[in-house]
């Protein structure tokens, strides 16, 4: 029979790995969100023509349409308004007309205007770490964010416990051993 010590230890064991697997998704999922998506809406708000920006622009919709990012909210507790997918989503929809809506004689003051318009709409000025895309934080793993916020605390939670079992199983035998001698 196992020992209540080696038990506590292979459980924590296989919940560090269950995080260790879910931080790892949770990058892969980071990663491939801000290159399919977030890459190319930072290169629609640098783009110095009507042309690039709707180019660009339009990958970034056809992703979150493809990936049904067009509805709905991050949170999974408060639903607090910047996570609002619908509005991201909606911003997003109302540049792309925007700029599909200037004509070929359009003046270059009106494109320079309607540029300058889209990079306000898609990002936001971060005091430290300068121009960033304005996103939903936790979109990249939208639909399944409450199932990803309890992958980490249970496997985080589990883990804790069993690390503090295990830590009081070697203390308890350690002390039987002194008692012993």
């Known amino acids: ?3 209540s010590k080696n038990l506590f230890l292979i459980l924590a064991i296989l919940f560090t790995l269950l995080f260790c697997v879910w931080a790892t998704v949770r990058i892969v999922k980071y990663v491939q969100f801000s290159l399919d998506c977030q890459a190319y ?5 640098d783009a110095n023509t009507v042309e690039l920006a709707k180019g660009e622009l339009a990958k970034a919709l056809d992703y979150a349409e493809r990936n ?21 989503y909606g911003n997003m929809k109302a540049a792309y007309e925007g700029l599909d809506q200037l004509t070929d004689d359009a003046t270059s003051l009106e494109k320079t205007n309607v540029l300058m318009k889209l990079r306000e709409s898609l990002t936001d000025n971060g005091s430290d770490s300068g121009t960033n895309v304005t996103t939903p934080e936790g979109i990249d793993v939208y639909p399944n964010n409450a199932f990803y916020f309890w992958w980490c605390v249970i496997s985080l939670l589990a883990m804790s416990v069993c690390l503090c079992a ?3 199983s070697m203390y308890n035998k350690k002390m039987a051993e002194q008692e012993a001698e």
């Open 41 to 45: 809406l930072k290169r629609a708000a």
């Open 166 to 168: 295990f830590g009081v």
């Open 68 to 88: 049904g990012m067009t509805d709905g909210i991050v949170s999974v507790f408060l639903k607090n308004p910047a996570n609002d997918i619908g509005f991201w």
């Open 1 to 3: 029979m196992i020992k």
